[in-house]
Protein backbone atom coordinates (compact mmCIF):
# COMPACT_ATOMS: atom_id res chain seq x y z
CA UNK A 1 0.00 0.00 0.00
CA UNK A 2 2.77 2.80 1.15
CA UNK A 3 4.26 1.34 -2.26
CA UNK A 4 1.38 2.50 -4.26
CA UNK A 5 1.52 6.41 -2.13
CA UNK A 6 4.51 7.04 -3.20
CA UNK A 7 4.41 6.08 -6.97
CA UNK A 8 0.98 7.95 -7.01
CA UNK A 9 2.49 11.26 -5.62
CA UNK A 10 5.47 10.55 -7.65
CA UNK A 11 3.34 10.78 -10.82
CA UNK A 12 1.47 13.63 -9.68
CA UNK A 13 4.47 15.38 -8.98
CA UNK A 14 5.69 14.87 -12.60
CA UNK A 15 2.41 15.63 -14.26
CA UNK A 16 2.24 18.95 -12.39
CA UNK A 17 5.87 19.77 -12.63
CA UNK A 18 5.80 19.23 -16.43
CA UNK A 19 4.01 22.18 -17.23
CA UNK A 20 6.45 24.76 -15.72
CA UNK A 21 9.93 23.84 -15.55
CA UNK A 22 12.50 21.49 -16.80
CA UNK A 23 12.14 17.90 -15.38
CA UNK A 24 14.64 14.84 -15.52
CA UNK A 25 15.39 11.56 -13.96
CA UNK A 26 15.90 8.16 -14.31
CA UNK A 27 14.87 4.60 -13.13
CA UNK A 28 17.17 2.26 -12.30
CA UNK A 29 15.95 -1.70 -12.40
CA UNK A 30 18.01 -4.53 -10.80
CA UNK A 31 16.72 -7.95 -10.72
CA UNK A 32 18.61 -10.95 -9.85
CA UNK A 33 17.02 -14.70 -10.71
CA UNK A 34 18.18 -18.14 -10.16
CA UNK A 35 16.34 -21.48 -11.42
CA UNK A 36 13.34 -21.38 -8.83
CA UNK A 37 12.44 -17.43 -9.61
CA UNK A 38 13.33 -14.08 -8.79
CA UNK A 39 15.95 -13.90 -5.99
CA UNK A 40 16.46 -9.84 -5.70
CA UNK A 41 14.45 -6.76 -7.17
CA UNK A 42 15.23 -3.20 -6.35
CA UNK A 43 14.15 -0.80 -7.96
CA UNK A 44 15.15 3.12 -7.67
CA UNK A 45 12.95 6.32 -8.99
CA UNK A 46 15.15 9.52 -9.21
CA UNK A 47 13.72 13.09 -9.61
CA UNK A 48 14.92 16.38 -10.28
CA UNK A 49 13.30 19.52 -11.03
CA UNK A 50 14.89 22.97 -11.56
CA UNK A 51 13.43 26.25 -11.20
CA UNK A 52 14.92 29.78 -10.72
CA UNK A 53 18.43 27.80 -10.22
CA UNK A 54 17.47 26.04 -8.04
CA UNK A 55 17.31 21.88 -8.31
CA UNK A 56 14.91 19.88 -6.29
CA UNK A 57 15.11 16.14 -5.91
CA UNK A 58 13.72 13.13 -4.62
CA UNK A 59 14.59 9.37 -4.48
CA UNK A 60 12.72 6.73 -3.97
CA UNK A 61 14.04 3.19 -3.21
CA UNK A 62 11.67 -0.35 -3.48
CA UNK A 63 12.83 -3.75 -3.09
CA UNK A 64 10.88 -6.78 -4.54
CA UNK A 65 7.84 -5.94 -1.69
CA UNK A 66 8.48 -3.18 0.41
CA UNK A 67 9.03 0.34 -0.07
CA UNK A 68 12.50 0.95 1.49
CA UNK A 69 13.45 4.77 1.37
CA UNK A 70 12.57 8.35 0.51
CA UNK A 71 15.32 10.72 0.10
CA UNK A 72 14.73 14.72 -1.25
CA UNK A 73 17.70 17.24 -1.69
CA UNK A 74 17.59 20.71 -2.54
CA UNK A 75 20.61 22.64 -4.32
CA UNK A 76 21.05 26.13 -5.35
CA UNK A 77 23.83 26.87 -7.85
CA UNK A 78 24.92 30.96 -7.49
CA UNK A 79 26.59 32.12 -10.45
CA UNK A 80 28.00 35.96 -10.47
CA UNK A 81 26.31 39.23 -11.49
CA UNK A 82 27.43 41.15 -13.77
CA UNK A 83 26.34 44.73 -15.28
CA UNK A 84 27.14 46.46 -18.61
CA UNK A 85 29.03 48.49 -16.84
CA UNK A 86 31.75 46.04 -15.89
CA UNK A 87 32.15 45.05 -19.83
CA UNK A 88 33.10 48.89 -20.55
CA UNK A 89 29.22 49.38 -21.99
CA UNK A 90 26.82 51.79 -20.72
CA UNK A 91 23.78 50.83 -18.41
CA UNK A 92 20.48 52.14 -18.57
Known amino acids: MRRALV??????????????S?????VDVCTTF??????????????????????????ARFLLNDFLALGVRGTQYLTPRTTAREFGGHST
Do not use: K, Q
Not at 37 to 42: K, N, P, R, T, V
Open 22 to 26: PLSGS
Open 7 to 20: LTLLIAGIGAAAFS
Open 34 to 59: NESGILAFDTVFDLDYTISGIVLGAT
